[in-house]
C-alpha cells in the first residue's frame, strides 16, 4: 500500500519561507508525477505545483516565482520550496502522486500571518 507523509508545515510571517517535504513508501517503482495542492477554509482543492520524474513542472499562477517543486527519485521524494509567503498562503497543503492511481497525503498546515 503506498503511503505518502508530508512534514515541514508549520507558521511563519508574511514575507517568510517554509519548505515542505513528502515522502512515498510501500512501493519501489517511481510515483509519477509527484505534486502539491492546498485546500483553504471553505475553498476547493487547487493545485499548487507538479513534477514529473524526468524534471517537468508546473505551477499555479499564484506562486510562479515564489514556490519551487523539485524531488529526488531514488528517494520518490518530493519537496516544496515556499518563499516570499502570502497570507493567502494559508491553507492544508497536501502531497499527491500517481501510482496505478492516485494517492494523497494527510495534509499539513501552513499558516501565514500578517
Known amino acids: 500500500q503506498v503511503q505518502l507523509v508530508e512534514s515541514g508545515g508549520g507558521l511563519v510571517q508574511a514575507g517568510g519561507s517554509l519548505r515542505l517535504s513528502c515522502a512515498a513508501s510501500?512501493?519501489?517503482?517511481?510515483?509519477?508525477?509527484m505534486g502539491w495542492y492546498r485546500q483553504a477554509p471553505g475553498k476547493q482543492r487547487d493545485l499548487v505545483a507538479t513534477?514529473?520524474?524526468?524534471?517537468?513542472?508546473n505551477y499555479a499562477d499564484s506562486v510562479k516565482g515564489r514556490f519551487t517543486i523539485s524531488r529526488d527519485n531514488a528517494k520518490n521524494t518530493v519537496y516544496l520550496q515556499m518563499d516570499s509567503l502570502k497570507p493567502e498562503d494559508t491553507a492544508v497543503y497536501y502531497c499527491?502522486?500517481?501510482?496505478?492511481?492516485?494517492?494523497w497525503g494527510q495534509g499539513t498546515q501552513v499558516t501565514v500571518s500578517s
Open positions: 499527491w502522486g500517481i501510482f496505478m492511481r492516485s494517492y
Open positions: 510501500g512501493t519501489t517503482f517511481s510515483i509519477d508525477p
Open positions: 513534477i514529473r520524474r524526468g524534471g517537468t513542472t
